[in-house]
Structures are given as structure tokens and as C-alpha cells.
């Protein structure tokens, strides 16, 4: 049995219109518990404010985007990941998985530490973020909303 052919790329415009049009209800739910409502306007921000990025399609189709911006300080810097996705994720999530692993290690070698945030009701990137050694962190209120959602975070010495 062949792997489907996974292809990554910077992220086009097309993808972003794409993404936001077709994103996952858990991601969708996720940017609107922090108060998002224009997704466009979220993807696109994400992907401005990133390190790098990098587009995900399976057999041509769109699965997702993610990447990685900077927090912290120049003497602390942090890097916080970051994947919004379509159902294409789902359908394609053990090649995704096989292929997670090099991308976490490349940011670790960027960043010591990876963080960012997890809404506590998206239960299957919790586990999966668990499964690739992510520690999460219980959950406490974020957002205008005060929905639940875990920090989740990855450190160089660790790994």
C-alpha cells in the first residue's frame, strides 16, 4: 500500500480563502471561543505574524496550514506552533502523523520552548498534541467568552 502524496508549500491566497471557507467546526469553534469571527482575517493574521508556514495538501487537496511565530524576549524566545485545518486532516491523519514529528523537532530547534493554547472541547488535537509529547496544562478560562482551554507546551530538553 503507497502513501497518499503530501505536499508542503507556502501558503497561497488561494489557500487561505480555502482554508477559512473549509476549516474544521472544532477549529471554527476554537477561533470563535476567543472572539474571532472573520476566519479569513484570522488566517491570513496567522500567517503574517509567523516565522515561517507552510501550507499541507494531500493528493492536491487542502488539509491544512500551520507554522510557527515568536514570542518572549531575544535572551527568552518562545515559539508558539500553531495548525488550522480542514476535514482533509481527519481523512489523512496517519500519514500527518508520521510526518509531525520533524516539523516539532525543526521548531524546537528554533525555539527552546513551544506553547500556545488549545480550547479544552477540541479533545482530538488535545490528544494528539499529548501523543506527539506536548504537555498540557488543565484547563482555565480564555477568551471574551470565558471558554475553557488548555496551555500546551514543549521544551528543547525534553525532547
Known amino acids: ?21 473549509e476549516m474544521r467546526d472544532q477549529d471554527v469553534a ?16 496567522s500567517v503574517d505574524v509567523s516565522d515561517w508556514c507552510l501550507a499541507v495538501l494531500v493528493k492536491g487537496d487542502l488539509a491544512a496550514i ?13 515559539g508558539t506552533p500553531w495548525m488550522l485545518g480542514t476535514p482533509v486532516v481527519a481523512r ?3 500519514i500527518l502523523a508520521t510526518l509531525a514529528p ?18 479544552a472541547r477540541n ?18 478560562p480564555v477568551g471574551p467568552h470565558g471558554e475553557l482551554f488548555h496551555v500546551f507546551e514543549m521544551r528543547a530538553s525534553h525532547v
Open 1 to 21: 500500500m503507497s502513501l497518499p502524496a503530501v505536499e508542503f508549500r507556502t501558503p497561497t491566497a488561494e489557500d487561505i480563502d480555502r482554508l477559512a471557507a
Open 30 to 45: 476554537e477561533m470563535h471561543a476567543l472572539g474571532y469571527t472573520d476566519l479569513r482575517s484570522v488566517v491570513q493574521s
Open 66 to 78: 500551520f507554522g510557527i511565530g515568536q514570542i518572549g524576549t531575544p535572551d527568552d524566545p518562545i
Open 92 to 94: 489523512s491523519r496517519r
Open 102 to 119: 520533524q516539523y516539532i523537532r525543526g521548531m524546537l530547534r528554533q525555539f527552546p520552548r513551544l506553547t500556545n493554547i488549545v480550547h
Open 123 to 140: 479533545t482530538v488535537a488535545a490528544a494528539w498534541l499529548a501523543r506527539c509529547g506536548f504537555v498540557l496544562q488543565p484547563p482555565q
